[in-house]
């Protein structure tokens, strides 16, 4: 079974853009590899640009031949095409409300190129320093299981130790 998630880039005039990640997006292991991997605005943005995703970090593949998944170098398993390009919100808010593919976890990159651009506008909150924030969502639906609201709730990245890399 998945857990969806979004992974999101804060822009200098305060946008976001985000794409869709499929496989387990919970913060022991999306948040921890974003943060070991993905933890500068180039490599987040190249990561992104990249559009919606299988995986970020995937280090097998299935060979059609051996019919059995082999090692490879990790790189993100982009799904590919026009309709996997990457998405953008207005805001931080919209992007906080649009888990409009049953994301279960957010998770938002600011760089320090942005934060230099917004001191007055970010001060004081978590997007006032360079690094990923992370949220659980859950949608609140009607009976007829249309979303009426989301219920957004910040969630912590575990620490990864280095040790555990080599």
Not at 41 to 70: H, P, R, T
Not at 119 to 132: R, S
Request: negative net charge; glycine residues 6%; proline residues 4%.
């Amino acid at each position: 079974m998945s857990t969806r998630s979004r992974i999101g880039i804060l822009q200098k005039d305060l946008s976001v853009k985000s794409v869709y990640h499929h496989w387990d997006g919970y913060p022991e292991w999306l948040g921890v590899t974003l943060e070991q991997q993905y933890n500068t605005g180039e490599k987040v943005a190249k990561l992104i640009d990249g559009g919606n995703m299988s995986s970020c970090w995937s280090d097998n593949q299935y060979d059609e031949e051996k019919q059995e998944f082999v090692k490879k170098d990790p790189k993100p398993e982009y799904y590919g095409g026009d309709d996997e390009r990457p998405h953008d919100n207005e805001s931080i808010q919209d992007f906080l409300k649009d888990a409009n593919m049953s994301e279960e976890f957010l998770y938002l990159f600011t760089s320090n190129e942005v934060i230099e651009s917004n001191k007055d506008n970010i001060k004081g909150t978590i997007f006032a320093t360079e690094g990923w924030s992370a949220w659980s969502v859950r949608p609140m639906y009607d009976k007829d299981y249309n979303v009426l609201n989301t219920d957004v709730t910040p969630v912590k990245i575990p620490a990864w130790d280095v040790a555990d890399d080599s």
